[in-house]
């Protein structure tokens, strides 16, 4: 898979089921304390670093965004698709949201304090994660941090239909010493992990452990 395909094939999917996915997950985060935690904690560490600009990537509607700017970090939502995006928009006309890829961040080299991939990457084929964590340091300043949030398994879930939408959308589930091993390669080196279990939200179930690790510009690295 090119990055041309695997790329658009998740824009098209998020712009047909935009709305939908907004609405079932706007109020997502309130019912859950251990996430708002891993958030709270990265947040502090960097206004603990001296601020600066931070990165939500695959921001989507906006509510891992709009929660950041809440916990007094100067943040920026980047996402795939327009729709999303409009979304985004629509519940947050007040945040500044624009259209990017991870895969090629619109961002200069070393300005950002801090970057959160939020379930994006697990939309990312396994070719393409060393990429995509080189750009994620490459755009941290010296001392950055970034947090990054992935279901846990071994498997790849395809979905052809979202909230009665037709899509094609590959989740892609993985092991946090996986991620971090990736991670240390591209010169970002683990500071913290959080493991948990599945949770009910909104009366269903998820299917598979959740994990976030957090993880600093590592400077001893090329």
């Known amino acids: 898979m090119t990055d041309a395909d695997f790329l658009a094939e998740t824009r098209a999917s998020y712009d047909t089921m935009a709305a939908g996915y907004a609405t079932r997950f706007r109020a997502e985060l309130a019912a859950r304390p251990v996430d708002r935690g891993m958030l709270a904690a990265f947040a502090e560490t960097v206004l603990a670093g001296g601020g600066g600009p931070v990165l939500d990537v695959g921001c989507g509607p906006g509510r891992i965004t709009g929660h950041l700017r809440a916990l007094d ?23 500044r949201l624009v259209e990017g890829s991870m895969l090629d961040l619109p961002v200069a080299d070393g300005v950002l304090a801090g970057l959160v991939a939020w379930y994006s990457v697990i939309h990312v084929p396994d070719e393409w994660l060393p990429r ?10 010296p001392g950055g941090h970034a947090l990054l949030a992935f279901q846990v398994g071994d498997e790849t879930v395809r979905y052809t239909e979202a909230w009665g939408e037709p899509v094609s959308l590959a989740f892609r589930r993985r092991h ?47």
């Open 73 to 95: 970090l100067t943040v920026t939502g980047l996402d795939l698709s327009p729709g999303m995006l409009a979304q985004g928009r629509l519940a947050h006309p007040d945040l």
């Open 132 to 141: 995509v964590f080189a750009e994620f340091r490459r755009v941290l300043a």
């Open 176 to 222: 946090p010493d996986q991620v971090a091993a990736l991670l240390h390669a591209a010169g970002l080196a683990e500071q913290a992990r959080m493991c948990r279990a599945p949770q009910e939200f909104a009366g269903a179930m998820e299917r598979t452990p959740q994990a976030c690790l957090l993880v600093r510009r590592d400077d001893d690295r090329a």
